[in-house]
């Protein structure tokens, strides 16, 4: 049986982003059990705005997100929640309605925010898992939240707060423990085609 597939997302186009760095150390603990993994940053999330005419860089989202068994997503808080480079590249799920696993339905996802203060980084992971949940993903247990005020990464990627590091160690292990039960269950991905106009 192949390995676990997971895809980290986000991330903001500052060089020191915290949000990627922490993404990246999620995704470093999730390959140590075995896992695949690949990251989409910042600037690969540079997508028209949804419902603009295709720029031909969409694809490549997409398809990133159908290889995954499971997600790694990390966002800034922008003035209390997602930024919008992030929201708009989770809108172009729409793509995956009518796939045979519909947008996120069976996947284990991480989630991560980081923020100047507490209050930002907690109502950002607070709606990262409502959009999670209204793709039909599952969120893991431990969501992390950052406060890039007080803990900044060092120069090999790794944050200064080793707590933070443990978190971070802990949600890309359950991202792929996840994925690995949903397996061994054999529940294959739903396509819960009679949800579709009521989920949201
Ligand atoms: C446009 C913008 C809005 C922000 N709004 C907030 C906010 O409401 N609350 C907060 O605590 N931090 C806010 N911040 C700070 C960022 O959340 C913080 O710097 C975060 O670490 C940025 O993510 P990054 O390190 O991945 O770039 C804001 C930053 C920017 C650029």
Same mark, same amino acid.
């Given at each position: 049986?192949?390995?676990? &597939?997971?895809?980290?997302?986000?991330?903001?186009?500052?060089?020191?982003?915290?949000?990627?760095? @922490?993404?990246? $150390?999620?995704?470093?603990?999730?390959?140590?059990?075995?896992?695949?993994? #690949?990251?989409?940053?910042?600037?690969?999330?540079?997508? %028209?705005?949804?419902?603009?005419?295709?720029?031909?860089?969409?694809?490549?989202? !997409?398809?990133? *997100?159908?290889?995954?068994?499971?997600?790694?997503?990390? @966002?800034?808080?922008? $003035?209390?929640?997602?930024?919008?480079?992030?929201?708009?590249?989770?809108?172009?799920?729409?793509?995956?309605?009518?796939?045979? &696993?519909?947008?996120?339905? =069976?996947?284990?996802?991480?989630?991560?925010?980081?923020?100047?203060?507490?209050?930002?980084?907690? =109502?950002?992971?607070?709606?990262?898992?409502? !959009? *999670?949940?209204?793709?039909?993903?599952? %969120?893991?247990?431990?969501?992390?939240?950052?406060? =890039?005020? #007080?803990?900044?990464?060092?120069?090999?990627?790794? %944050?200064?707060?080793?707590?933070?590091?443990?978190?971070?160690? !802990?949600?890309?292990?359950?991202?792929?423990?996840?994925?690995? #039960? $949903?397996?061994?269950?054999? @529940?294959? %991905?739903?396509?819960?085609?009679?949800? !579709?106009?009521?989920?949201?």
């Amino acid at each position: 049986m192949r390995t676990v &597939r997971i895809l980290g997302i986000g991330g903001t186009h500052r060089p020191e982003s915290a949000s990627e760095l @922490s993404v990246r $150390h999620a995704l470093t603990a999730a390959r140590a059990t075995g896992a695949t993994v #690949r990251l989409l940053p910042a600037r690969t999330l540079d997508l %028209p705005f949804y419902g603009e005419p295709a720029t031909g860089a969409e694809p490549a989202f !997409i398809d990133a *997100v159908r290889w995954a068994d499971g997600l790694i997503i990390g @966002s800034p808080g922008y $003035h209390g929640t997602v930024s919008g480079l992030l929201k708009n590249a989770l809108d172009h799920l729409e793509a995956l309605r009518d796939d045979p &696993r519909t947008y996120l339905d =069976s996947m284990a996802v991480g989630l991560i925010a980081c923020a100047y203060g507490d209050q930002a980084a907690a =109502s950002t992971l607070a709606t990262l898992r409502t !959009i *999670v949940h209204a793709l039909r993903g599952w %969120p893991t247990p431990l969501g992390v939240t950052i406060n =890039s005020a #007080r803990c900044g990464f060092g120069a090999g990627g790794e %944050p200064n707060d080793p707590a933070v590091g443990e978190r971070l160690t !802990i949600l890309g292990r359950q991202t792929v423990e996840f994925c690995r #039960r $949903h397996r061994r269950a054999g @529940s294959g %991905p739903a396509r819960t085609e009679a949800l !579709i106009d009521t989920a949201w």
